[in-house]
């Protein structure tokens, strides 16, 4: 393949979580997810899709999104579109915008690993891709290992083992995890999985048959050995939770038969990306595993399929991976309406000793700066902040303002140079990547961000990553109170990250919300 300049260059991949990664007006790396721009969560940009009730597209929408694409690329002369599961309809209608593009197939493991190492810093690594499925050419893996070396990716040999299914299909069996309408798809059950197994205990007599389900993959095999019916929301209450953390706790197993031989063997770091990365539970059992043989565990923001077009850059451009990628997704798509709602809503100025005095009154604020962020996690520009130390926040939220499941945790936010204090085998987790227990002095006095068996997604936080929340944890500890603040991502339930000012101003019209914080002033409801 010919040289190319970066600003020459976008990739797009077209299924589940479709994005776009291209360089911008301002020579800046950009990743835009489709699911921000179309309202759709998980979102497919591929035509082949079409008719989806959840997550398909249509023609207008893809224009739609091309266009502004186009219209935010440093160069619209584009040279080569490197893509993943685009069929011929859509690289027509590609062309139409790129004319002078050749386009160039990509494997999605490959492209995974390239998102993971060549952001992680790291000179040598293991690197693991680990989710349901994707096409490298004429096949489909579910999980591929490689070692990265300088900047090269060399594969290795491995067993294509499969945890990212059987693990999501687990939900189904679940009343208190399936859905009965259609405003869900089944990709949130993994999510889900994980966050009611806090609420059972591993049944013995059912690890072996899980083995064997990790194996087999055949759920109605798996619900005769454990005799229960293969139906739809079959199972409830203490069966439910059972369920989960059994299945958790052999996912974990199985996770480590792919991991651990290989880390013996090589002796180094380790990046972990694909869906399953996302499981936090086991990335932090994997970095207390890793920190005793003086090793470390690095996960990207974007580890799921919406990392899959940056991968595919870097791949071409692995001195990019330098540029940090956290805060560079879709902008604000109506900026232009701003003043109008300026002018309709109450508002005071900005400052941070207001937002402490509000997050202490026990109101919840929404933030919507900047651009998005890039991965499934809100971590500060899309976000709803309020103050854990209320015993029944965590309830409020669910029921009043996200309008999601009961058993559902949410994240602390803490200084970097305090998580020794707060928490048990911490690690910088810029992402919410890592799940530390809260040590046990803290845990009713910020008891919403404390999760069932004690787990907490922690993010954490300096100046540089995001000065606001670095400024009013700052002040909360000046205060006298517990530098730590409860962070959501800036959605409701069944929609992904907004990204309007339109959409943020209905949840605070609409649910329990109090305030909106955008640019440098806090709007009140109406």
């Known amino acids: 393949m010919q040289n190319y300049n970066p600003n020459e260059v976008i990739s797009i991949y077209g299924s589940h979580d479709a994005s776009i990664t291209f360089i911008d007006k301002n020579n800046t790396i950009r990743v835009y997810e489709y699911e921000r721009f179309v309202k759709k969560r998980y979102a497919m940009f591929s035509s082949r899709f079409d008719g989806w009730d959840l997550m398909g597209s249509n023609q207008n929408e893809r224009i739609q999104f091309l266009t502004h694409i186009k219209n935010n690329l440093n160069n619209t ?120 197994c806090a609420y059972g205990k591993v049944r013995n007599e059912w690890i072996e048959h899980f083995e064997s389900y990790y194996v087999n993959k055949n759920l109605e095999s798996l619900c005769s050995s454990l005799g229960i019916k293969c139906e739809k929301n079959v199972l409830s209450g203490q069966d439910s939770f059972d369920v989960s953390t059994t299945s958790q706790y052999v996912f974990e197993r199985k996770m480590n038969e792919l991991v651990i031989p290989f ?150 936010v803490c200084r970097l140079q305090d998580i020794e204090k707060y928490f048990e085998n911490p690690k910088e987790s810029n992402y919410m990547s890592y799940a530390p227990m809260i040590k046990s002095e803290y845990t009713d006095r910020v008891k919403s961000i404390v999760h069932e068996d004690n787990t907490t997604r922690l993010q954490t936080t300096t100046s540089k990553t995001h000065n606001l929340f670095n400024e009013i944890l700052n002040k909360l500890d000046e205060l006298g109170h517990i530098p730590i603040i409860l962070n959501t991502s800036f959605n409701i339930k069944g929609l992904p990250i907004l990204t309007r000012y339109e959409d943020a101003f209905y949840v605070l019209e609409n649910t329990e919300l109090d305030f909106l914080v955008i640019k440098n002033k806090i709007f009140k409801n109406k």
């Open 77 to 196: 002369n584009i040279k080569l579109i490197l893509y993943l599961e685009l069929n011929d309809d859509d690289k027509n209608l590609i062309k139409s915008f790129f004319p002078n593009a050749e386009f160039v197939l990509m494997k999605h493991h490959f492209s995974h690993a390239a998102s993971g190492y060549y952001t992680s810093k790291f000179k040598k690594s293991l690197i693991f891709s680990v989710d349901g499925g994707g096409w490298d050419f004429n096949l489909v893996y579910t999980t591929r290992a490689y070692l990265g070396e300088g900047d090269k990716i060399n594969e290795l040999n491995c067993q294509n083992y499969d945890f990212g299914n059987p693990y999501s299909a687990i939900g189904w069996l679940i009343s208190e995890i399936s859905p009965e309408h259609k405003t869900e798809h089944s990709l949130t059950n993994a999510g889900k999985v994980m966050g009611l």
């Open 263 to 412: 880390v013996n063997e090589y002796k180094t770091n380790v990046v972990l990306v694909g869906g399953c990365a996302l499981n936090v539970l086991y990335n932090q059992k994997l970095h207390e595993y890793l920190k005793k043989l003086n090793l470390e565990l690095y996960v990207p923001s974007n580890p799921n399929d919406c990392g899959l077009s940056y991968g595919m850059f870097l791949t071409m451009f692995p001195n990019l991976g330098t540029q940090e990628i956290c805060y560079s997704g879709i902008e604000i798509l109506d900026a232009e309406l701003y003043d109008k709602f300026l002018s309709e809503y109450p508002n005071e100025d900005l400052t941070v000793d207001k937002i402490v005095q509000y997050l202490k009154q026990g109101k919840i604020l929404g933030l919507v700066n900047g651009h998005s962020e890039v991965g499934p996690r809100a971590l500060g520009n899309r976000s709803i902040i309020c103050d854990p130390s209320f015993p029944n926040m965590k309830d409020i939220l669910n029921a009043k303002v996200k309008f999601r499941e009961w058993f559902r945790p949410f994240a602390p």
